[in-house]
């Protein structure tokens, strides 16, 4: 059974897209190469933001992550606040790899193409 996490892509302050990212689990072929690889990309993206937070400059591509759970619950918060979810571009990707690759990040060279 795959892990599903959801990334809300943010860009210059803005949410542009959801992407639900299909992890394998625990024991599952491929588990640790994407798991390791997630951590690395969810820790440097979120240095990389704190750093622009600091210097007030909060702009780029930045990435929110949580599982889906935690974001369907966001969502029923926000119903119930009757905050306005608009409608945005949701992605599907079986993996952190195809996850890469549709938004452009070579994983080797840690770097936006």
Do not use: C
Request: cysteine-free; overall charge positive; proline content about 4%.
């Amino acid at each position: 059974m795959s892990i599903v996490w959801v990334a809300r892509e943010w860009f210059n302050n803005k949410d542009v897209a959801i992407h639900y990212v299909e992890k394998p689990s625990y024991g599952e072929p491929d588990f640790y190469r994407q798991t390791v690889s997630f951590n690395a990309f969810s820790d440097r993206g979120a240095a990389i933001f704190s750093e622009k937070l600091r210097n007030r400059q909060p702009t780029g591509r930045h990435f929110y992550w949580s599982s889906k759970e935690e974001y369907e619950n966001e969502l029923k918060i926000m119903a119930s606040l009757n905050f306005r979810v608009r409608g945005l571009p949701v992605y599907n990707h079986k993996g952190m790899w195809e996850f890469y690759k549709a938004i452009g990040y070579d994983y080797k060279k840690k770097r936006y193409v």
